[in-house]
């Protein structure tokens, strides 16, 4: 098995490490206060004030009322609630709006309500990964439930601009949600500034363990569950709390705010200074999306002739850990639908390999990278039939 102490890791959009602070809080409701919340006993109900303390730390970081979030099991199920609390709320509307970029926890469930009487547009994108505001405004219907778009691209970082879209959703009576799982400890989260009346967030993407989810849901009338069970969560979530996995991700959101400048100063140099080497030291190669606006993070980098999965072993058998497309997609062969809706061949799609950062990388390990990969791309190269 191989240690964490073993690897360079580049995936921080897939999944991130769990900081030690965060752990630390966790373990007294592992450990001892273990009792189910919803009891009538202290033992159990004393757990509240733990879950009470969390939900506001989240509150704080996305400046919304405690009241406002829900706890759920993960960002996925954070977006399938909202679409369908959207469509629930409003029950003349049937139409949604969303992008062909989006996580697949988006596009499959927009499938599905497709499949299951709903109209879904699929908005495109430039060559950049930007969309276009003036088509989003004509694609708005009287019967538009909910406009559904990420905040950040996990495979690119490219950033979409939300207050805009939440203004044209406002105007037209549309309800607005934002996937906002990658933009934690990134960018600044404030939703009255961001418009929305629906944000989701998974705390596995924010150095918290996977398992705990949520979604902001601005107060404005029934708030409709789609996990329906017990009373939890106001009755707008049924099943036991997850003390421990809440309580990680309220410290994790005091992390993250208080690592917001550095991520965007020395992560942001470390992502540049490896995107920018990469890019002088390997002929023909390319930056998929626009520089900016982009998450501080991320970078997408297509490399012509030669195959992302072959590149990837190569950076395995160095400890290096860096993705091609998602983490959802990687296994199959087909190329990312978020690089090919960009307009990117499928070949220069296959290519490409996305280095995600974050705040325990160093410049050691970009160093490391730096030394082994240009060799890598070079072998490969060689190697291949052209
Ligand atoms: C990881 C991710 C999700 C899914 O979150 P899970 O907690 O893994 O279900 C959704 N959207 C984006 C942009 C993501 O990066």
Redesign the pocket.
Known sequence: MLRPEQVRYFDN???TAVAPEVIEVMLPLLKDHWGNPSSAYTFGNQVLKYIDKARCQLAEMIHAEPTEIIFT???????NSALHHALKAQPGKRHIITTAV?????LNYCQFLRRNGCDVTFLPVDSGGQLDLELLKKTMRPDTAVVSV?Y???ETGVIFPIPEISAICRNRGALMHA?A??TPGKLKLDVGDLGVDLM?L????LHAP?GI?LLFARQRGKFHPYIIGGSQERNRRGGTENAAGIVAFGKAAELAVSRLADENTRVRALRDRLEKSLLESIPHAHRNGQAEPRLPNTSSLAFDQVEAEAVLMMLDQLGICASSG???TTGSLDPSHVLTAMGISAARARGSVRFSLGVYNTSEDVDFLLHHFPKIIQRLRAASPE
């Open positions: 959009n897939a999944t099991s993960c960002g996925t199920e954070s977006i989006e996580h697949s926890a988006t990420m950040a691209n996990n996937d799982v990658q989701s998974s705390a596995h993407k996977k989810g998602s983490a959802c």
